[in-house]
């Protein structure tokens, strides 16, 4: 089985802030990885499929990069928005998620 | 507009058996690939069950193979997942998705609680 693991697990940040979260994979996915946020009580939202594809709607602050086994999610300047829980997902083989990074108000 | 809504989660005891279905709409529902994702209180997300637009192809996660049955109703755009020897750490919120090879839509869930 594929396995994500995600850092950090949370972070505290300002409106404004850079905010970077990595996701490791257990073997190669190649670029077979989304992002999604999903805030308390909601469900997920897609931000970007294919480790670097912006889902139609999604703010160009919010960017993805990398392959094989190590991705990033990269919002340029957090906005008030923005506050949330991010999780990556493979789907090289099945599926399969990060245990989730929450970002907080710091 | 794509429009995926879960319904038949509940209470129900240790041992019991709850059928879960998603309505879906705004699509052409027999070309996608479904999945049902689950969400333990205060934990990650993790991946149930998948079925393809025909049918024929069905997945399991290894937690629940042998206690959990897909299905679909190509007729009526739904999706259903039956649910029997439930166990406390089934409880989870249960998402039905549309498979775009990710998840590009997602239902609100259904809140599915195992306890005595």
């Known amino acids: 089985d594929i396995q994500l693991t995600q850092s950090p697990s949370s972070l505290s940040a300002s409106v404004g802030d850079r905010v970077t979260i990595t996701c490791r994979a257990t073997?190669?996915?190649?670029?077979?990885l989304a992002w999604y946020q999903q805030k308390p009580g909601k469900a997920p939202k897609l931000l970007i499929y294919?480790?670097?594809n912006l889902q139609t709607g999604v703010p160009s602050r919010f960017g993805g990069s990398g392959s094989g086994t190590e991705f990033t999610l990269t919002i340029t300047s957090l906005q008030p928005d923005d506050f949330a829980t991010y999780s990556c997902?493979?789907?090289?083989?099945?599926?399969?998620f990060g245990q989730g990074t929450k970002v907080e108000v710091k | 507009e794509v429009q995926l809504v879960e319904s038949g989660g509940g209470l129900v005891k240790p041992g019991g058996s709850l059928r879960l279905s998603c309505a879906a709409s705004?699509?052409?529902?027999?070309?996608?690939?479904m999945n049902w994702v689950r969400q333990a209180p205060g934990k990650g997300l993790e991946w149930v069950s998948s079925?393809?637009?025909?049918?024929?192809?069905?997945y399991y996660a290894d937690s629940v193979k042998g206690r959990f049955t897909i299905s679909r109703d190509n007729a009526k755009d739904s999706l259903f997942l039956q649910m029997s020897s439930l166990r406390a750490e089934d409880t989870a919120v249960y998402f039905c998705?549309?498979?775009?090879?990710?998840?590009?839509?997602w239902g609100q869930g259904t809140l599915v609680t195992v306890s005595s």
């Open positions: 998705t549309r498979d775009s090879n990710y998840g590009d839509y």
């Open positions: 705004g699509f052409t529902f027999d070309t996608y690939t």
């Open positions: 079925i393809d637009g025909s049918g024929r192809y069905i």
């Open positions: 073997q190669n996915i190649f670029t077979y």
């Open positions: 294919g480790a670097s």
């Open positions: 997902q493979q789907y090289h083989r099945y599926w399969t």
